[in-house]
Structures are given as structure tokens and as C-alpha cells.
């Protein structure tokens, strides 16, 4: 089947929107030596990828995600091209920013297309195995992505980075064609769905609220991503600030979590993980987690904690894609999983407005702490809905 030319597929494509969204607060900064406006940027051109993920999924059961995946990696790669000519014609900053907005929508349709696919590549196999090897490729492209690109923007302006970056698209786009003429296998060809696009939005808020077990998978992501969206908001005050360690070893705990992943997805990869205890692990221990991060006094028990919480969100989210597999009818399975991820990702940015707006130097363990108790709930209230869901099951 050639699936490791997918599995390279998948790295490279990651490996350029890493180098994208690593490049772009960092060249803003330079050229306006104002930090706000880097923040700006980074949402500028994270937002759209965020609220196009409902209209991404649809596209899905419309169109062909094969042909979506294969176009979100060429017209990337074009986006990319046009933004530095343009910028080399006309000049201006806001073109980088502009071409990394437009990549990141493009990210989301691919992001969805491969969603799609994935059940299909699986086969009979163990979809958790697939989920597993996808997850490293990908998350060995976000390790590397910041480290090639610091690399290169070491030795070449900015915009022959992003002209690199164009190249990884291509060659992401090589490796998927070569993958298919290897694959036999006949994947599923959506049936155009009449009606607007946004209807399919309603189809697939009306599965979250009715099919069984959905709305409760939806609340477990929500208060793993607070979770996480808490840890990552916080991180940089917490390690820097409260233990006073240098930028550089809150660089290397950045990667650390990153390896830590890598690592656990080995494990799963070569284990045979029961879904159900797969799913109450990776909640409890992020939990976890995020109690000791508030709790600890030293750098130590924070850096143990930021590892169990960074690490164990990839086993839930292949334990949460599995069951979300299970229970999404196949017809239906973009849309639907577009929204349920719009939904599960609001709690992210949420926790960082609740970071920001209430912890500082003296507070930040309490608002930690305070989040972690949401997240406990959740937890508690999923695993009461689970209990009352099966003993309606018995007959």
C-alpha cells in the first residue's frame, strides 16, 4: 500500500506550516519591534484556519477529500509563491501575514480531507494504529518545523523561507501521488449533498446532540483542550517567571513535550491499549497534570506535569477519534467532525483569556488550579452520563 509515502506526506506538510507559523510573529517582531503587534499576527493568521474547520468538513461530504488533500498541498505551495512576489513587487509585511492566513485555511481543508481518509486507509486494521503512525508523522513535522526554520532563516531572508516552505508543499503533494498509484484500495467518493453549504452545519450539530455517546466525547476534548489550552497560555509565566528558569530551558521543555508525545504514540503503536482504559488514562493523567503544574513549588514537579498534560493529549485524541469513528455515519463524517472540532478547540483560547486576563505572578497557580477543578467536572459529569447511557442499554 505504500502507506509510509502517506505517513511522509503527512510530515512534510506539517513541516511547512510549522516553518509558516513559526516564521511569521517572529519576522513581524523584527520589522516593528512591537510585541502586540506579533500577537496580532499570530492570530490574524491562526484564526481563519480555526472557523474554517465546520465549512472544511462539508466540503468533505461534497467533494472528493482525496482531491481536497492534493489541492490544499498545491495551492498552498502557490500561495506561497504569489505572497513573495507580491511582497518583492509591492513591499509590506502584510503580505507574509496575509499568505499564511490563506495556507492556514488551506491547512484545515487538508487537516479534514486526511480525517476522511484515514478510516479508510485502516481497512480491517487496527485504526488505532493508524491513527498512531499519522500522529507521529506529524508530530515529528512540528518538532522539526521551528528548528528548520530558525535554521534556514539563520542563512536566508524570509522570503526564501517561505519559498522553501512552498518546496516541502510540493514534494508533500509528490509523496501523496505516489502513495495512490501504489494503493489499490477504492476510497469512498462522496455524494454531492444538494442544499447550501451551511446546511450540512445544522446535519452535524443535530448528530452532537443526538447520537448517543457524542455530546459527551465532545465535553471529554473540551476539558482536555482547557487543560492543555491552560498549560501552553501559562507555561512561559510559570517556568520563567514563578521558577526562574532560563528561555533556553523552557525552550528545551517545549521539546521535551513534543518527545514525550512522540513517545507515547510509539507505545500505543506497539501496545494493544483497551480503548476504554486508553480514554480514562489519558483524561486522568492530564488531569493529573495539570494539578501538579499548580501545585508544585519546584521546576521539577511543574516539568513533570507539563509533560504528562502535553504528552497524553495525543493518546486521547486517538482514543476520541476511534469512538468518534464509531458512532459519526460515514456519509456524514466531515461535517460532523468539522464541527466537533470548532466546538472542542474554543476551550483553548478561552483558557488563555482566562490566563490572561486573571493570573499573574501571584495568582497564576490559583487560576490553574481553579481550571483544573472545570476540568475534574467535566470528567465527573462524562463519566455519569456514561454510566446512566449503559444501564439504559441493559435490557
Known sequence: MKFPAFLFSLFLSRLADQILLFLVPLVVFQVTQDVAWSGYAFAAETLPRFLSFPICGALCDRVSPLKLLRGSQILRALVCVLGVLANEAMGGIGWLVGLSAVCGVLTTQGVMAREVILPQIANGNRFDKVLAYAQTAEQTGTVLGPLVAAALFALWPWQAVVGAAAGF???????????????????????????????????????????????????????????????????????????????????????????????????????????????????????????????????????????????????????????????????????????????????????????????????????????????????????????????????
Open 169 to 395: 508543499f510540493l514534494l508533500a503533494d509528490v509523496a501523496t501521488s505516489y502513495w495512490r498509484r501504489g494503493n489499490p484500495m477504492q476510497l469512498h467518493e462522496p455524494q454531492g449533498e444538494a442544499g447550501h453549504i451551511l446546511r450540512p452545519i445544522a446535519t452535524a450539530l443535530g448528530h452532537v446532540l443526538r447520537l448517543p455517546g457524542l455530546l459527551r466525547l465532545t465535553m471529554l476534548t473540551s476539558g482536555v483542550n482547557l487543560m492543555l489550552g491552560t498549560t501552553l497560555a501559562s507555561s512561559a509565566a510559570m517556568v520563567t517567571g514563578l521558577h526562574q528558569r532560563s528561555a533556553t530551558y523552557y525552550a528545551t521543555l517545549q521539546t521535551l513535550g513534543a518527545v514525550a508525545s512522540i513517545a507515547i504514540l510509539l507505545a500505543i503503536i506497539r501496545g494493544s491499549i483497551p480503548l476504554k482504559r486508553m480514554g480514562a488514562t489519558a483524561y486522568a493523567l492530564i488531569f493529573g497534570g495539570g494539578l501538579l503544574t499548580a501545585a508544585s513549588t519546584s521546576h521539577w514537579g511543574y516539568a513533570a506535569g507539563f509533560l504528562l498534560v502535553v504528552g497524553f493529549d495525543k493518546m486521547f485524541s486517538i482514543y476520541i477519534r476511534i469512538h468518534r469513528q464509531r458512532i459519526i455515519p460515514a456519509h456524514d463524517y466531515g461535517k460532523t467532525t468539522g464541527v466537533i472540532v470548532l466546538l472542542n478547540n474554543l476551550t483553548q483560547p478561552l483558557a488563555g483569556l482566562v490566563v490572561g486576563a486573571f493570573a499573574d505572578s501571584v495568582h497564576a497557580r490559583g487560576v490553574i488550579f481553579a481550571l483544573c477543578m472545570v476540568v475534574g467536572s467535566i470528567g465527573l459529569a462524562a463519566a455519569v452520563a456514561a454510566g446512566r447511557l449503559a444501564r439504559a442499554a441493559k435490557p
